[in-house]
């Protein structure tokens, strides 16, 4: 399935798909303690889900505050945070 990003509207649930918005570009945002936007698969308004391991990598951006996953820089990151 195809993925988009999705701006996270920073008032729900993090897990929830309709706490995203779908993104026409990649976001700017990189490293911070509030979540940004996620990677997810979808290309509607709002993500079609958010896997388990994506609901791990918005609770590692909360506590890390840094994109996720880790790794190097040629790693796919999936969840961005904001400062």
């Given at each position: ?13 993090p897990v929830t798909l309709s706490s995203y918005n779908f993104a026409f570009s990649k976001p700017a945002c990189i490293t911070g303690g509030r979540l ?48």
């Open positions: 399935m195809a993925r988009s990003w999705y701006a996270y509207n920073g008032v729900g649930d940004c936007a996620i990677y997810a698969t979808g290309t509607g308004v709002n993500p079609t889900v958010i896997s388990a391991n994506l609901r791990g990598y918005i609770a590692d951006v909360q506590l890390t505050l840094t994109a996720r996953p880790d790794g190097s820089s040629l790693v796919k990151k999936y969840a961005y945070g904001k400062a």
